[in-house]
């Protein structure tokens, strides 16, 4: 493994920002106190949390008492989905759409299987959502609608606030999986009807394992979590005190760097792929050019063996994803792809690079010299 990495592989996990880290220390080494507890140590740890729900809730445009911390956006995704099929006892339907993480899409699958019903709404080559399919989806026996804001994979973004408002419209509850959104583009929820939003603490330079689910004030809520009375008794479980002070910090940064970062970062994943385009033959852009994350870049490289790719940047520590999976011994193309009905050797030679705040110009131009050496080695060897 090389000394330096290059990290373009910011979708999947970010560095923790030094000033995060900073924030958390106290409360993994002096600041033990529980902040449930009756005493002022715990009470100082309660208003670094209360803190954490002010910072969360100025980045969403929402109140504090509208967050509720989680462990990732994992959780806040099953329960948002379980919040709204319990409030809605009659309505056994979900509406989702077939580019959703595994998240929303596997405890779809769970769902099923005890007894609900799921309508996944397709994508096209692009990865949009045709929203007139979206509406026919929703029946009277619908309870949730789940569409994410932005995918992980390509980056694409899709039209939120016309989604929630055909949910009103229909009186469903709306869930968005915010994950790849928070932190990357404004999100303001002030006078959007969405009931639920999740996001993650590690896609925005905080730590693993912890997440926020919102809440709106207005909807009918049914935590997944039951015991103790934290999160205003929507979530419970000892609050991990670290990594939501962790996130409030997170929350705080990326409100004041987003746009000066989105004007970095997008600059970086355009001359990336404009000088990719320009030097190498064959490589497509997967996902719309246009309505997509400024840091995501999601790569056909035609004739080439995406693995193979990985690989050798992987020898010469260049981190990014494979736009295709290892499940049981097989790649299988991402479950992303193949809903935009890309031929499966396009999937194959697909990978994704996601930049992100630490990723620098001097980064990139290694970058540039390594990745198109490495495809022309490889095409000259499949050609051999
Ligand atoms: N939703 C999306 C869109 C994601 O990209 C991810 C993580 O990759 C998740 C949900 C899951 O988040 P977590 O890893 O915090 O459980």
Redesign the pocket.
Known sequence: MPAEIIYLDN??STRIDPEVLEEMMPFLTTQYGNPSGSHRFGAQVKEATDRAHERVAALLGCQPNEIVFT?????S?NTALHSALQMSPERRHIVTTSV??N??LNYCDALVRRGCQVTVVPVDGEGHLDLAELEQAIRPETAVVSV?WA??ETGVIYPLAEVAELCRRKGVFFHT?A??AVGKMPVDLSGLPVHFL?L????LHAA?GV?ALYVNRKARFQPLLVGGPQEGGRRAGTDNVASIVGLGKAAELAMSTLEEENTRVRSLRDRFESTLLAELEDVSVNGDPRGRLPNTSNLAFRGVDAQAILLKLDQEGVCCSLGSSCTTGSVQPSHVLRAMHLPDDRARSSLRFSFGRFNTEAELDQVLEILPRIVRKLRQLAAA
Do not use: L, R
Not at 71 to 75: A, K, M, N, P, Y
Not at 200 to 203: A, I, L, M, Q, V
């Open positions: 979708n999947s462990s990732g956006g994992t959780e995704d959703e993480h998240a929303v994410m995918n992980n999986d994950v790849q999740s993650s603490g590690h896609k693993k997440g």
